[in-house]
T-cell receptor, first 114, second 116 residues
Framework: AQSVSQHNHHVILSEAASLELGCNYS??????LFWYVQYPGQHLQLLLK??????LVKGIKGFEAEFIKSKFSFNLRKPSVQWSDTAEYFC????????????FGRGTSLIVHP | DAGVIQSPRHEVTEMGQEVTLRCKPI?????LFWYRQTMMRGLELLIY????????DSGMPEDRFSAKMPNASFSTLKIQPSEPRDSAVYFC??????????????FGEGSRLTVL
């Protein structure tokens, strides 16, 4: 069975600081990887996704993530965070050709102080 | 295009009452998921439908919970009788499963349930 681990449960940053949220998954086959964001009081929405090709994926709002297959990782990064990035971030994985049931990590709560 | 539509957005009820949450997936999507989100347990998958058929309901907490999908455009999640520990935000999500699909989920706004 696949699993997703997000190491940082709570992150507090000041505006303009750089961000990196860790995500590791366990699955031996080909995967699709996702980062979802949940702004306060809202639903989850897709931030970025990786299927194949360039392992460095760029998403909305200046976010990017790098798939490192050898490390089973898909870390989320942003060079300079803004107060509006305050949200919960979820990493998720589906197995290509598999059940299509996504496995979500526990989420990382990011608070950005102005 | 309309996204996933859930109702009600907020529900406050008393312990023992029946609660029915509703979901309309995105037209053309053939997979539907019900999730529950709490501070303590995070995001939990309750049940997954594919082509209106329940495929995995291992996440349904107990017999008080039931879910149906009578057609491709409607699903319900029912709790009977409700208990205070059922208080949570319930999300419905849909996706397209099939050739070329990547499994991206589209979430509804959620139904916030409070059981007193």
């Amino acid at each position: 069975a696949q699993s997703v681990s997000q190491h940082n449960h709570h992150v507090i940053l000041s505006e303009a600081a750089s961000l990196e949220l860790g995500c590791n998954y366990s699955y031996g086959g080909t995967v699709n990887l996702f980062w979802y964001v949940q702004y306060p009081g809202q639903h989850l929405q897709l931030l970025l996704k990786y299927f194949s090709g360039d392992p460095l994926v760029k998403g909305i709002k200046g976010f990017e993530a790098e798939f490192i297959k050898s490390k089973f990782s898909f870390n989320l990064r942003k060079p300079s965070v803004q107060w509006s990035d305050t949200a919960e971030y979820f990493c998720a994985v589906t197995s290509s050709g598999g059940s299509y049931i996504p496995t979500f990590g526990r989420g990382t709560s990011l608070i950005v102080h102005p | 295009d309309a996204g996933v539509i859930q109702s009600p957005r907020h529900e406050v009820t008393e312990m023992g009452q029946e609660v029915t949450l509703r979901c309309k997936p995105i037209s053309g999507h053939n997979s539907l998921f019900w999730y529950r989100q709490t501070m303590m347990r995070g995001l939990e998958l309750l049940i997954y439908f594919n082509n209106n058929v329940p495929i995995d309901d291992s996440g349904m907490p107990e017999d008080r919970f039931s879910a149906k999908m009578p057609n491709a455009s409607f699903s319900t999640l029912k709790i009977q009788p409700s208990e205070p520990r059922d208080s949570a935000v319930y999300f419905c999500a849909s996706s397209l499963r099939g050739g070329g699909s990547t499994g991206e989920l589209f979430f509804g706004e959620g139904s916030r349930l409070t059981v007193l």
